[in-house]
């Protein structure tokens, strides 16, 4: 007596389930991909923005004494692209003005700030000559910007290669205006800020650099320098609060 043998089941309700899941997680790659490739696009874009307006600034100060109130002006004049707008000018510096705060706000620091690392303290006590003023800045510190070669001479009879004692610099570098800017920017997806935040968790970052990380914002770091086209000047501290010879102002 044969004993009757059934076909095995099959499990087609089970088989699109594990179809289904697999294109779901499939699907979430290849859109975590794409977020992740939009938002390095936005950070390339604010980079290359934030070097015109970092260049722009550093033209206004080369010519304008190395102020730090123009280097500000300048630099935020240069910013007003990004929120073009009907409304024109005006309306596009309280847009401006409105993004700014609101990723100082979300960062619990400024939304920028730009080091003057040259000429610094020590080139003016170096290099500041007793008489000497500047009609736009009278009573103020400066430093020569004409008549470089035949001060370097002069210079190089008192010290060694001509180099300031506190500065270490050259009177040509002396005049030279260096400019470092931290730029932050927000992420445009929820991919940006998770990335930044797990970076902030990285050992070795500065106290600034951490916070802006730790809040889901990328600080975005350049140095520029270009050569003195006036005398510089040693502005008072305050001129400006974004612009220091702080590094780490934050």
Known sequence: MSIPH?????????????ALIESAVALGAV???????????????????????LTEAARAGATGHARPGLIA???????????ASPGGQPEAALMMHAALARTARRAGMPAWHI???????????????????VPAAPGLLA?????????????????????????GLT??????????????????????GLAMRATAV?????????RALSAGVLPLSMTL????????????AGDHPQISEDDDAC
Do not use: K
């Open 6 to 18: 059934s076909p095995p089941r099959s499990h087609p309700h089970r088989q699109r389930g594990a």
């Open 31 to 53: 859109l975590l991909v794409a977020l992740a490739a939009v938002e390095v696009m936005h950070w390339q874009l604010m980079r290359q923005l934030a070097y015109v307006a």
């Open 73 to 83: 002006q300048a630099f935020e004049t240069a910013l007003l692209p990004r929120h």
């Open 115 to 133: 080091t003057i690392l040259r000429p610094g303290t020590a080139a003016y006590a170096d290099f500041s000559q007793p008489g000497f003023r």
């Open 143 to 167: 430093v020569r910007n004409d008549y470089q070669a035949e001060q370097h001479t002069a210079y190089q009879s008192r010290w060694s290669g001509g180099l300031g004692p506190r500065s």
């Open 171 to 192: 009177i040509f570098q002396a005049n030279t205006l260096r400019l470092r800017l931290r730029y932050l920017v927000e992420p445009i997806t929820p991919v940006g």
């Open 202 to 210: 990285l050992p070795g970052s500065a106290a600034c650099i951490h």
């Open 225 to 236: 320098t270009m050569d003195m086209q006036s005398h510089p000047v040693r502005w008072p």
